[in-house]
């Protein structure tokens, strides 16, 4: 029994598969996070990992729960949140509340759900705070800012709030949540900044963050990590920041502070390739001697004309330029794709699949993953496409095909429940086909090769590179089709880490 129950709603029926089991509800435990230090007692309810949920969901309810909360995420995800809504409606008189992304860039659209009572249109720690104190005292004033509500069956809406002050946050608290359900030990996701100054035109920070970057000071942020490090000992720290490299001098002294406190982990986060020549040698060296494991970059694409059309503000030679300085000094990197951006020709998109070939060429270590373009809602892209006669959902589980078709976390989805099966008239048939194609030999081209300096544990790997490098030849002669690599693959790597655990007594570290 619980004064909040917040619901996240899982892809796929669960339990969903283990690698996307890593990632702890962030978002939810984030909400929760001020309502634990206001003294509310708060059960998380994470579809992901229980097929009982429905059980679990009714089991906490209480004639003291105050409401439920469901997150949102444009995709699959939705099918199942509104499961969630309508079986806490179809047996209590419980409020429901959505909050998360999707609601927020759609509040109009959501509220119409006969099912969904509020929305809590962005950053919601305050505004869903001062919902709860509403919903507790009875009084039926709703005037808070960044609130949606329904009176006497209309839709209403209040200002939306201003930005939060992130040093205000009360810390994480992931002890909502069981650990070894996420192995939190072995990676733990948290945030120190919001949003992204740039102006990406398929991203939703533009409307969302307001193309506004805020952060947690370092000193805040290494007395956060100090905790978490104490208190849950993991081995990796994901900061699942939308830009954590935006301000570098902020990113170094948050590398100092890891290595003034003996902080000991890996760690990883998001980064602009382009920042990587504004980093001089001494920032490299912090950021290795902190712990950092590897970059991420959205690339996008391998013709500079999608480039410009993107509004990325990148260039090609500024990527081959940021990838050799990383290969010189020993930094394993990765990159992401988007193809079939509105504008794009099959003939940038072949020069993406070449772009691509080029990198792993110069890097066997180069990872990469493609996706098709989704237009999310409040993205610049997503009002450009009107002009092709594209059909935007009208309700809100018309969105649920809006998801990539492959993600090795998520094998249930596929092409007939993506975006792959939506009209898109701004690309042709064959270009779609390509598409469809790239992404999935990706599945495993794109894949990180296994590196050990330990000959045994090379020799057990052999067997899953070579299907690696078989792909990224089959990649590089654009010998795309059916892809018998993908379930090899999966097989070879099971038996590995089956093989790996009676060896070592564990699985390897992510």
Request: aromatic share 12%; net charge neutral; glycine share 6%.
């Amino acid at each position: 029994m619980a004064d909040v129950v917040l619901v996240e709603p899982t892809p796929i029926d669960p339990p969903v598969k283990f690698t996307y089991r890593a990632y702890a509800p962030l978002t939810l435990l984030t909400i929760a996070a001020p309502l634990v230090k206001e003294g509310y007692s708060v059960k998380i309810v994470d579809q992901r990992i229980n097929s009982d949920w429905v059980q679990e969901l009714l089991g906490s309810i209480s004639d003291e729960t105050l409401c439920v909360g469901v997150t949102s995420m444009t995709g699959r995800q939705l099918i199942h949140a509104l499961k969630a809504s309508a079986v806490v409606k179809q047996n209590t008189d419980i409020p429901v509340v959505w909050g998360g992304i999707h609601a927020s860039l759609l509040p109009e659209q959501t509220m119409a759900d006969q099912n969904i009572d509020f929305v809590v249109q962005g950053e919601g720690e305050q505004t869903f705070l001062e919902l709860l104190h509403t919903l507790e005292e009875k009084k039926g004033n709703y005037d808070i800012d960044g609130l949606w509500y329904k009176q006497n069956g209309a839709i209403k809406t209040n200002p939306q709030r201003k930005f939060l002050d992130l040093n205000t946050l009360p810390r994480i608290p992931f002890e909502l949540v069981n650990i070894k359900d996420y192995d939190l030990d072995d990676a733990l996701p948290i945030f120190t900044s919001r949003g992204c100054a740039h102006r990406c035109g398929f991203c939703y920070n533009l409307r969302y963050c307001d193309r506004r970057w805020r952060a947690m000071n370092p000193a805040r942020v290494i007395e956060d990590l100090k905790f978490y490090v104490s208190k849950y000992k993991p081995d990796k720290i994901i900061f699942r920041d939308d830009n954590f490299f935006q301000n570098l001098k902020r990113a170094h002294q948050i590398c100092e502070g890891i290595i003034n406190e003996g902080l000991r982990f890996r760690w990883r986060a998001s980064c602009r390739i382009d920042y990587i020549k504004q980093m001089t040698e001494r920032d490299f060296q912090v950021v290795n001697d902190s712990g950092f494991e590897d970059f991420g970059f959205g690339m996008e694409s391998g013709s500079q004309r999608v480039l410009d059309i993107m509004k990325k503000d990148i260039t090609i030679e500024e990527t081959m330029q940021a990838t050799d300085k990383l290969r010189r000094l020993g930094f394993i990197y990765s990159g992401s794709f988007v193809g079939g951006y509105p504008g794009e020709t099959e003939e940038d998109l072949d020069e993406t699949i070449d772009f691509i070939t080029t990198l792993f060429r110069r890097d066997p270590s180069f990872a990469f993953v493609t996706f098709i373009y989704v237009p999310y809602p409040g993205t610049d892209a997503h009002d450009d496409l009107l002009k092709y006669g594209f059909q935007f959902p009208e309700k809100i589980e018309e969105w649920a095909n809006f998801h990539f078709a492959y993600d090795t976390a998520l094998p249930g989805v596929g092409k007939k429940h993506s975006f792959y099966s939506i009209k898109t008239p701004w690309l042709a048939d064959s270009h779609k086909e390509t598409l469809h194609n790239m992404d999935l030999l990706c599945q495993v081209a794109g894949r990180p090769l296994f590196r050990s300096s330990s000959i045994l544990k090379g020799l057990m790997a052999f067997p899953y590179n070579l299907l690696i490098h078989f792909a990224r030849y089959r990649w590089a002669h654009k010998m795309f089709g059916f892809v018998p690599e993908l379930p090899l693959i999966d097989l070879v790597r099971k038996a590995g880490l089956s093989v790996y655990r009676l060896i070592f007594g564990r699985f390897p570290k992510r």
